[in-house]
C-alpha cells in the first residue's frame, strides 16, 4: 500500500533527470564516488544521540554526505551511490522482506526528489549563495518525501492518531537536516578551497568523535542513574496498590529502549503464576512475552544471567533465539534470600542498529535487584493482609473478611439476584475435643473447611466465623437456590472423617439467610443465620431464617404426626403436568406430584412435607403412593389408546435404598406397564453426582428398562462430562433458565447450550417453566425435544386432567393422531 506507490512515485521523479542533458557545465570528480559512498554508509552505522531539555534527539550526518554527493557526482552517479549505500544496509541490518523493501524505496524517492531539484535549479559550479540554495531545497526535498513515506506506514498500520506525534517528529527532524547542510556546506567550500582541506576535516572529525563518545558515554551513565531513581521513587510510590508491574515494567522497557520488558514468577505457595509483558506497541500489560522458554529456565535452574544476540552469548543460544525470530535478548534470575523466585527479561533492543552488549547485561542485573527487592516486599505485605483476613487453622476467609464480601456482594448484586449466607455449626465437636483432643478437634475443622471449598459453587467465599460455625456467601437466584445448594454442601459434609485411623462420622445444623428480604446490613444478615442455624439444631434440617420462625418450626413438628395419619387414610392427592412434544404438540407424557390439603392448616407446601417424610423416616410411604397411583393410571390410559409415560420425583436419599429397583419392578408388573414408561427425576442438586453411592441402584433402574431423569439441570453444579458417567437418558432444563431466556440472554445462552450439548450426548431434553409463547418458539428454533409448564397447563387432578385431555384432542380424530395437542391453552 505504501512502498509500490512510493517506487512509482521515485520512478516518475527519475524520468526528467535520466532525459534531461546536464545544463551546470562543470566537470565532476568520479574519483570521489567511492570515498562518498564509504561515508553514506558510515553515516548510516553511526547515529549521534543529544540529550536536550529532556528529550533524547536521535540523528544521522547523512544529509552532510548527500551534500557532497549532488556537489560533486553527476546526478545519475550520486542516485546509485546513496542507493547502494542504503542497499547495502538493509541487507547488513537483517530487514524482514517488507521493511527492507520500504527503507530502500524510500532513499531512492527522496534522492530522486533532490537530484531533480539539482538538475532543474542547476546550482552552477561555484561556492555562490545560489548554489547554497539549490543544496538546502534538495536536502529539504529528500527529508519531506521521506518523512510522507513514513507518515503514510504509520497511517496505515497505526491509523492517524499517532500523526500528530510524527508531525512533532518531523520538525525534529528538518531542523537536523538544516544542521547537516550546514555541516555538508562548511566540507563543501573547505574543499573547494584546497585538496588538502581534507585532512582537517579528517581531524576535525577524528575530534569529534573522541568528544561524543566521552559525551554519550556520560549522557548514558546520567540516564541510566537518573532512570534507576525515578524507578526506586516510583516504586516506593505505589503502596503496593496493585500497580507495581506496570511501574516496573514500564520504566525498565523505556530505559533499555527495548520492544519488551518481561516478569515472570512461577507459582509458588499460594502465589500463583505471574506472566507480564510491556510492550513498547502497547499502552497496557500482556500476559505473554516474546521470550522462548528455554531462556527462562535456563536462568531459572542456574541462577545465572542468560543474554543472547547477534554479539552476545553462546553460538546455541544465538541459533535458539534466531529459531524464535527475537533479535536479542538478556534474562536475569530475581533473587530472595539467595532463591531465585523468578526472572526478569528483556528483549529485542529498538531500532535495526543497535544490539545488546555486556554493559546492558550489568544494568539489567542491576535492575533485577530491585525488582528482586520490591517483588519480595509486596508479597510480604501481602502476606500480612492475608493473615488479616484469613483464618491462621484453615486458611479460610475470617469473620471480618466475611463482612466485607457480605458488603461487596450486596452492593454489587443485580436484580434477579439475592446474596445469601449458609452458616454450618459442626455438631458434637466438643465431644471430639474431650475424647481424642484439640489437635483431632482441629483436624475436623480442617476437614470441614477443605470439603466446604471443594463443594462450594464457584465464585463462593468460604469461611470460618467461630469456633465451629462456618459460613458461605453467594449470589443466587432466589433463598430456595440457597437451600438447595446448603443442603449439597450439608450431604457432602456428612461423608465420614478418618482421623488419626479413627472414622468419625460428623453432622452439620445449617442455617440459611438472604438479602434483601433478611436484612440489610452484612452483620445483621450474618446475626440472622445464626438465629436459623440455632433453631436448625433441633430440627435436622437446613433452615431458612424467617420472621415467624420458632411459630413455623413449631407447626412442622406437628406436621410429623398429620402426615403419617394422612399417608394411612390416603390423604395426599397426585396431581398431574403434562409434557408435550415440541415438534409436533403431541402429550407424550405426565409428571406425577404429591398435593397435601391440611384440615387445618390448608395447602401445605410440597418441600415442608418432603423435608417432615424424609426427617421423620416416612419418605419411602410417601413415594409408594406416588408410585403406585402414576402407575396405576399410566395403565388406564394405555388401555384408552393414550400412552402415556408417567414421571415421578426421587430424593437422592430414595436411591440409597437397595430394595427400589424391587419395589418398581413388582408395580410394572403388577399394573402391566412397559418399564420405559416410567421416568423416574432426581435432581442433580439432592446429590445425584455426588459420591456415587446412588450409582448401583441407578445401574439396576436401567437394567431394569426405567428411564432417568435429571431434574432442574443447571441450578446445581454437575456438567455433561458427569452425566457420562450416569445411566441417565433424559435432561430437565431447570426453570429459573427457561422463563429468563425471553428476556436474559445469558439464560437463553445457557438453555441453548445445554439443549445442544444433550443432543450430543444423545441425551432428551425437557424444557420446565414454559409460560409463554415466545419461550415456545424460541426453544421449538433451538429443537428442545419436549416442553412442560403452565403455558400447557398447571398440574391439575386427574378428573380435571381428563376434561383437559378432552378439550385439547377434541378435533376431528381422521384429522389428528390421537392425543395430539391442537391448541395449547392453560388451564386455571
Not at 440457597?482 to 472423617?497: F, H, K, Q, S
Amino acid at each position: 500500500m505504501v512502498t509500490g506507490p512510493l517506487l512509482v512515485f521515485g520512478l516518475l521523479l527519475s524520468l526528467p533527470v535520466i532525459l534531461s542533458t546536464d545544463g551546470r557545465q562543470v566537470d565532476y570528480h568520479l574519483q570521489y564516488a567511492p570515498i562518498l559512498l564509504a561515508v553514506a554508509i558510515l553515516t548510516v552505522y553511526t547515529p549521534l544521540r543529544f540529550e536536550i531539555r529532556r528529550q533524547t534527539v536521535t540523528t544521522h550526518m547523512n544529509d552532510a554526505a548527500v551534500v557532497l554527493m549532488l556537489f560533486y557526482l553527476p546526478p545519475l552517479v550520486a542516485l546509485g551511490v546513496r542507493l547502494t549505500a542504503a542497499a547495502i544496509w538493509v541487507i547488513t541490518a537483517r530487514m524482514g522482506p517488507h521493511k527492507a523493501a520500504f527503507n530502500v524505496v524510500s532513499y531512492f524517492a527522496g534522492m530522486a526528489a533532490a537530484v531533480l531539484v539539482v538538475v532543474t535549479l542547476h546550482p552552477g559550479s561555484g561556492i555562490e549563495p545560489w548554489t547554497w540554495f539549490v543544496l538546502t531545497l534538495a536536502i529539504l526535498a529528500n527529508n519531506l518525501v521521506t518523512l510522507f513515506g513514513v507518515g503514510s506506514v504509520v497511517s496505515v498500520v497505526q491509523g492517524v492518531v499517532l500523526l500528530p506525534l510524527l508531525m512533532r517528529m518531523a520538525a525534529t527532524a528538518l531542523t537536523v537536516a538544516g544542521v547537516n547542510i550546514v555541516v555538508g556546506l562548511i566540507m563543501m567550500l573547505t574543499l573547494q578551497a584546497s585538496r588538502w582541506g581534507i585532512v582537517l576535516i579528517v581531524a576535525l572529525v577524528m575530534v569529534l568523535v573522541s568528544v561524543y563518545r566521552a559525551y554519550s558515554q556520560f549522557l548514558r551513565q546520567h540516564k541510566s542513574l537518573a532512570e534507576m531513581y525515578e524507578l526506586t521513587r516510583q516504586v516506593g510510590a505505589t503502596h503496593h496498590d496493585g500497580t507495581l508491574p506496570d511501574v516496573l515494567l514500564g520504566r525498565i522497557r523505556g530505559l533499555m529502549a527495548s520492544d519488551s520488558a518481561t516478569l515472570w514468577l512461577p507459582s509458588q505457595g499460594r502465589h500463583q503464576e505471574v506472566l507480564l509483558s510491556a510492550r513498547f506497541d502497547y499502552p497496557g500489560l500482556l500476559d505473554s512475552a516474546p521470550t522462548p522458554e528455554l531462556f527462562r529456565k535456563l536462568a531459572l535452574r542456574t541462577g545465572a544471567t542468560v543474554a543472547a544476540g547477534p554479539k552476545l552469548g553462546p553460538l546455541d543460544l544465538r541459533a535458539a533465539l534466531q529459531e524464535a525470530g527475537n533479535k536479542d535478548i538478556i534474562v536475569v534470575p530475581l533473587r530472595s534470600g539467595g532463591v531465585s523466585i523468578g526472572t526478569l527479561e528483556v528483549a529485542g533492543r529498538l531500532g535495526f542498529g543497535p544490539t545488546f552488549g555486556s554493559d546492558d547485561v550489568r544494568l539489567v542485573e542491576t535492575l533485577a535487584a530491585h525488582v528482586g527487592v520490591a517483588v519480595e516486599n509486596s508479597r510480604l505485605v501481602d502476606r500480612l493482609q492475608y493473615d488479616a483476613d484469613h483464618d491462621s487453622l484453615t486458611g479460610l476467609a475470617n469473620r471480618r473478611r466475611m463482612l466485607e464480601g457480605l458488603g461487596e456482594a450486596m452492593s454489587g448484586r443485580s436484580a434477579r439476584e439475592v446474596v445469601a449466607v449458609l452458616l454450618f455449626d459442626v455438631v458434637a465437636l466438643r465431644e471430639v475435643n474431650d475424647s481424642l483432643g484439640h489437635a483431632a478437634g482441629d483436624k475436623v475443622l480442617v476437614e470441614v473447611a477443605h470439603r466446604l471449598k471443594a463443594l462450594a459453587p464457584q465464585g463462593a467465599l468460604v469461611a470460618r466465623v467461630g469456633d465451629d460455625e462456618f459460613a458461605i456467601e453467594l449470589r443466587t437466584a432466589s433463598a430456595e437456590a440457597a437451600v438447595t445448594v446448603a443442603g449439597t454442601l450439608r450431604a457432602g459434609l456428612r461423608d465420614p472423617m478418618v482421623i488419626d485411623s479413627l472414622t468419625i462420622d460428623m453432622d452439620t445444623n445449617v442455617g440459611v439467610a438472604v438479602y434483601p428480604e433478611h436484612g440489610a446490613q452484612p452483620e445483621e444478615l450474618l446475626q440472622r443465620a445464626h438465629v436459623a442455624t440455632h433453631v436448625a439444631k433441633s430440627r435436622g434440617i437446613v433452615q431458612v431464617f424467617n420472621a415467624g420462625l420458632q411459630s413455623r418450626a413449631v407447626r412442622r413438628v406437628g406436621l410429623a404426626a398429620d402426615l403419617r395419619t394422612a399417608l394411612a387414610n390416603g390423604e395426599l392427592e397426585v396431581y398431574f403436568q403434562p409434557k408435550v412434544a415440541l415438534t409436533d404438540r403431541r402429550l407424550v407424557g405426565v409428571e406425577c406430584l404429591a398435593r397435601w390439603e391440611h384440615p387445618v392448616h390448608g395447602q401445605v407446601a410440597p418441600p415442608d412435607f418432603v423435608a417432615v417424610a424424609e426427617h421423620t423416616g416416612q419418605l419411602g410411604r410417601l413415594n409408594a403412593v406416588v408410585l403406585q397411583e402414576g402407575i396405576r393410571r399410566a395403565r388406564q390410559w394405555a388401555d384408552a389408546g393414550r400412552p402415556l409415560a408417567v414421571a415421578v420425583n426421587l430424593s437422592a436419599r430414595t436411591l440409597g435404598d437397595a430394595d427400589l429397583p424391587l419395589q418398581i419392578a413388582e408395580l410394572l408388573e403388577e399394573h402391566g406397564v412397559p418399564a420405559d414408561r416410567l421416568i423416574l427425576e432426581i435432581s442433580e442438586d439432592e446429590g445425584l453426582l455426588t459420591g456415587g453411592r446412588a450409582l448401583p441402584t441407578l445401574d439396576r433402574l436401567r437394567d431394569l428398562g426405567v428411564r432417568l431423569s435429571v431434574d432442574d439441570f443447571g441450578a446445581g453444579r454437575s456438567s455433561f462430562a458427569d452425566l457420562s458417567r450416569l445411566p441417565v437418558q433424559e435432561v430437565k432444563i431447570d426453570r429459573t433458565f427457561v422463563q429468563g431466556m425471553a428476556t436474559s440472554p445469558s439464560d437463553l445462552a445457557i438453555v441453548r447450550t445445554i439443549v445442544d450439548m444433550a443432543r450430543n450426548f444423545n441425551l432428551d431434553v425437557v424444557a420446565e417453566g414454559v409460560e409463554s409463547e415466545l419461550t415456545l418458539g424460541l426453544l421449538e428454533e433451538m429443537h428442545c425435544d419436549m416442553g412442560q409448564g403452565f403455558l400447557f397447563s398447571r398440574p391439575l387432578p386427574y378428573e380435571r386432567f381428563e376434561s383437559w385431555l378432552q378439550a385439547q384432542t377434541a378435533a376431528d380424530p381422521a384429522e389428528a393422531p390421537a392425543g395430539e395437542v391442537r391448541w395449547l391453552r392453560a388451564v386455571p
